[in-house]
């Protein structure tokens, strides 16, 4: 059985809400306490990249999160999700990609929710519940 139209949109939709509405809880994070930013600067330093590139997370972390809320170019925005997550793995997650908790999780499932949510909505777009779908 296929689902329906308007299951499917609904499901784009609820995905969207969800990657983007939680994913900009961090960005909001940071906008509140700009010293977040220091951590981010010191990863990027002490990688040998330019420090300026931890303004990037203010992309993927609040502008790409309010195009996939509003499905607005959500295909891009979903791009720039997965970008800022792979940064973000491999400059302070690249020790825990192997970890687990002391739960028996994974250390990264937080990060690879984000990367493959942000992947999936890269993927199917915005569906019919967007203010414009691609």
Do not use: C
């Not at 609820?14 to 939680?22: A, F, N, P, Y």
């Not at 994070?29 to 300026?52: R, V």
């Not at 509003?70 to 979903?78: D, M």
């Not at 491999?90 to 990367?115: C, M, P, V």
Request: hydrophobic share 55%; charged share 10%; net charge positive.
């Amino acid at each position: 059985m296929y689902p329906s139209s308007f299951g499917t949109a609904f499901g784009k939709l609820l995905l969207r809400l969800t990657v983007g509405g939680l994913m900009l809880f961090h960005g909001v994070h940071k906008i509140l306490y700009p010293e977040a930013l220091d951590f981010i600067s010191n990863s990027l330093q002490a990688a040998g990249l330019p420090i300026f590139l931890a303004y990037g997370v203010f992309i993927g972390e609040v502008l790409a999160p309010l195009m996939i809320i509003l499905g607005v170019l959500s295909r891009l925005g979903g791009l720039l999700i997965v970008v800022n997550m792979i940064f973000a793995i491999a400059l302070a997650h690249g020790a825990d990609l192997l970890s687990l908790t002391q739960h028996g999780g994974w250390r990264l499932e937080l990060q690879a929710f984000y990367l493959l949510g942000g992947l999936a909505i890269f993927s199917m777009g915005s569906g019919r519940f967007a203010l414009r779908r691609d």
